[in-house]
């Protein structure tokens, strides 16, 4: 299965000859024994905002956690940075919004704890809090719309607000290449359009961006390239 | 009460005890591992028999049973194997089934019985255990407030910790071994069955009046401390075992948060989530501040 690429339009200031931050070539991934995807090349670069895109079951989570190293990759290479993942370290410059819904323990926890923990590969580990790092946690807040949110309780938040909070936690760590899984999938028209500027600001300022949709509503301004999944029963 | 020794001892192992548990059951809790401490207590006692089987010090074989213990329990659970579940149960009861069995076979001469381990004896303790469990505590809170933030980022969101390249293998293997090191310590004080009351209820506790995950850790330590002192010297005045007191009194005051909660909820009419709904419709557009 080779995934299409269809440019929606010419990505805007990208550099002609910059590495690319994401490199998939031959991937295949899975959980466990069961492969999901075969035979994927994606390659995304900076300033760009790809939108991956397919049907129920078409394996696009599996993509984004195949490359984070969340599941199973069994044949192909993922480079990060032009960094084969073994090898890669520098996982700082990596932020990731994961599909799920909801952030629950069985402790209370605020919004500022939850974004602030998206700064912690920032930081050595015994490393205290800093001034920049603060900041940079008010900035993510304020990019994912929660501004003045930050002593709540997580589980006080609405669905689409715990969504922006995941989101806000990987904006925390100023990621370099951002993968977000189904970021819109329960927030309402005027949050995505929070989103929407999010990433074209950060895709303005050269970072990568491969996001997961399903419907692409407001999110479409802002997307440079779609590829698609086909579907698990499509011809390949 | 403080004019005896072994009272100002037991109070100063009670303080240490109540200190330390919670702030390891707070990072339990949240993994939703709350009764991972229990399954450790059982462990123990096989470590327990097998130091009094042997004339070695309990305390340590029961400190190295109890990490085994919970190294086998990370790794199974890191695994993601089928039958997880059924493992932890047979480590759990043999344990449990073999603390039994192996003390029969202590030594003549020795005390056999496994009360004071199972129910605690704190009257017993004596300057060199405490000192023991000062370096043990001192270790324990160094992992859990020194690394208190990379815990809670693995606690919080495994996954995720694991995508921010964090080692969270060894995180969990470095809360595990020091959740073993706190069974050991407080097995002294509660007893083994009784251990998990003081790590999980404070964190109970704290979940209830807490407003942040840092103020739970402080209230559960506070909680902790409180009731673990607070139950020695009621068991010294009303002559009731040390480690059942002090986890009935964290058992009231959980019952007591839990009611001043309910009724602080019952006076505010209407609740404050319904005046949201009824307020503020679906469409909030004007209400987020666009990013420039």
């Known amino acids: 299965m080779l995934l299409s690429a269809r440019p929606r339009r010419a990505p805007a200031a990208v550099p002609v000859a910059c590495d690319s931050a994401l490199t998939v070539r031959g991937g295949g991934f899975g959980h466990g024994r069961d492969a999901v995807l075969t035979g994927v090349d994606l390659t995304v670069h900076p300033g760009e905002v790809v939108a991956v895109r397919g049907p129920n079951g078409a394996g696009k989570s599996t993509l984004v956690r195949g490359v984070l190293g969340l599941c199973e990759t069994h044949s192909g290479e993922v480079r990060l940075f032009g960094e084969p993942r073994a090898r890669f370290r520098d996982w700082h410059r990596v932020g990731y919004v994961p599909q799920r819904h909801t952030v629950t323990g069985g402790v209370p926890v605020t919004v500022r704890e939850l974004v602030s923990s998206g700064r912690l590969n920032r930081l050595r580990a015994w490393q205290r809090f800093g001034e920049a790092d603060r900041c940079a946690v008010d900035c993510a807040l304020e990019g994912a719309g929660l501004a003045g949110f930050d002593r709540r309780l997580v589980a006080e938040l609405s669905g689409g607000q715990q969504r922006r909070a995941l989101l806000a936690r990987a904006l925390a760590g100023d990621p370099e290449l951002l993968l977000l899984d189904e970021p819109t999938a329960g927030v309402d028209a005027a949050s995505q359009r929070v989103l929407a500027s999010t990433l074209a600001g950060l895709a303005e300022t050269g970072a990568a961006v491969a996001v997961v949709l399903h419907e692409l509503g407001p999110l479409a301004e802002v997307v440079t390239r779609t590829v698609t999944l086909p579907g698990a029963d499509a011809p390949c | ?292």
Not at chain 2, 132 to 148: D, E, N, R, S
Not at chain 2, 250 to 267: D, F
């Open chain 2, 1 to 292: 009460m403080l004019s005896y020794e072994f009272m100002r001892l037991a109070l100063a192992a009670a303080v240490l005890v109540g200190l330390t548990a919670p702030t390891v059951g707070v990072y339990l809790v949240q993994r939703r591992l709350s009764l991972i401490g229990d399954g450790l207590g059982h462990v123990a006692l096989l470590g327990v028999a097998v130091g009094l089987a042997t004339r070695s010090a309990p305390v340590l074989t029961a400190l190295l049973a109890t990490v085994v213990g919970a190294v086998v329990v990370e790794v199974l659970r890191a695994r993601r194997s089928t039958g997880t579940d059924v493992a932890l149960a047979i480590m759990f009861y043999g344990g449990l089934a073999g603390g039994v069995v192996v003390v029969t076979r202590a030594p003549a001469g020795t005390p056999t019985t496994l009360d004071g381990y199972l129910f605690g004896a704190l009257t017993t303790t004596t300057r060199t255990d405490l000192a023991v469990f000062a370096g043990m505590a001192v270790v324990v809170l160094g992992v859990t407030i020194g690394l208190g933030r990379s815990l809670f980022t693995v606690a919080l969101d495994e996954e995720h910790a694991r995508a921010s390249g964090l080692p969270v293998l060894r995180l969990n293997l470095l809360l595990a071994v020091v959740t073993a090191v706190t069974v050991t310590l407080s097995m002294r004080v509660l007893g083994l069955l009784l251990i998990s009351g003081l790590m999980v209820l404070p964190a109970g506790c704290a979940q209830l009046v807490a407003r942040s995950f840092r103020g739970s850790l402080v209230i559960a330590a506070l909680v902790g401390v409180t009731v673990s002192v607070g139950g020695t010297a009621v068991s010294w005045y009303a002559d009731t075992p040390s480690g059942g007191t002090i986890v009935l009194m964290a058992v009231a005051l959980y019952a007591v948060l839990s009611i001043a909660r309910l009724a602080r909820r019952g006076g505010q009419r209407p609740r404050p989530d319904a005046v949201r709904t009824s307020v503020r419709p679906v469409d909030r557009v004007d209400e987020i501040p666009l990013p420039h």
